[in-house]
């Protein structure tokens, strides 16, 4: 590929990067936002950029559709969190599709669980073991815990000792099943409100779409950042989220070798 747009622009470069077995240009570019991907939303950044860390990923679901792995694979995305199941009863249709094709286009892949605050913990690990196998070489899982403004069914606010108890069930069963503790993923409201910061030993994945998080979590400790929920990416038709990890290459590298299942 390198010989192959030798000596042209930046901008005739990007545009036979496809011809030339690379991926194709993404839509959408935005300042702040690495080469690799868009934003078509973007946030007005300041201070340090998503762009000042190297290693970036994606989470998905069902609601991005299909997905081109391969193309994924070649457009610089690290890493790919999907969605598996949801409460106690709920498993996303294309998981098992993606996260099968993601492995084999060489993306370390992992699945995520969105906790329902209304039904308890133990079902909803038990629920997850059942739906997502163990598969050497995946990613850790994830628990997705956040208020679900929308729910039609689920308006529960438990008080935070309760939600911090449930998350330390969930992590318990979920991480004996998996040899790997789930990391966790959350939001600033949920963060604050519940005292998350008050779990040791955890690993975070925290949302901040709007700043970097040292200032929507003043203090804590975070492994990656979720700096948008209009991203584009190569291989996803639409939006994705977009996300990055907390250090160098040389750091993901470790981090993927200590945990990685």
Not at 187 to 203: A, I, K, M, S, V
Request: proline content about 9%; aromatic content about 12%; some cysteine.
């Amino acid at each position: 590929m390198g010989r192959c747009i030798a000596n042209l622009g930046a901008a005739a470069a990007l545009a036979l990067l496809a011809a030339c077995g690379g991926p194709a240009p993404v839509a959408h570019r935005a300042y702040g936002v690495p080469p690799s991907f868009g934003d078509r939303d973007p946030y007005d950044w300041n201070g340090r950029t998503p762009s000042a860390y190297p290693v970036h990923g994606i989470d998905a679901s069902r609601w991005q559709g299909e997905i081109n792995w391969p193309e994924v694979a070649r457009g610089g995305v690290a890493f790919a969190w999907l969605k598996a199941t949801e409460g106690g009863d709920l498993a996303d249709p294309l998981f098992v599709e993606n996260f099968r094709a993601a492995l084999r286009a060489g993306v370390p892949a992992g699945a995520y669980h969105f906790f329902h605050l209304c039904t308890d913990a133990e079902t909803q690990a038990r629920w997850f073991i059942a739906n997502v196998p163990r598969r050497a070489g995946a990613l850790p899982p994830v628990l997705d815990i956040e208020y679900n403004h929308h729910s039609p069914t689920c308006r529960a606010r438990p008080e935070p000792a309760t939600v911090r108890a449930e998350i330390r069930t969930f992590q318990r069963i979920v991480a004996a099943h998996y040899r790997q503790r789930p990391v966790i993923y959350t939001t600033p409201d949920f963060w604050r409100l519940n005292d998350l910061g008050l779990l040791r030993g955890e690993e975070f994945w925290l949302r901040s779409v709007a700043g970097h998080p040292d200032e929507a979590y003043p203090d804590a400790s975070w492994r990656f950042w979720q700096y948008s929920g209009t991203g584009r990416a190569p291989g996803v038709a639409g939006d994705v989220d977009l996300n990055a990890f907390s250090g160098p290459p040389e750091a993901w590298a470790a981090w993927l070798a200590r945990r990685r299942l």
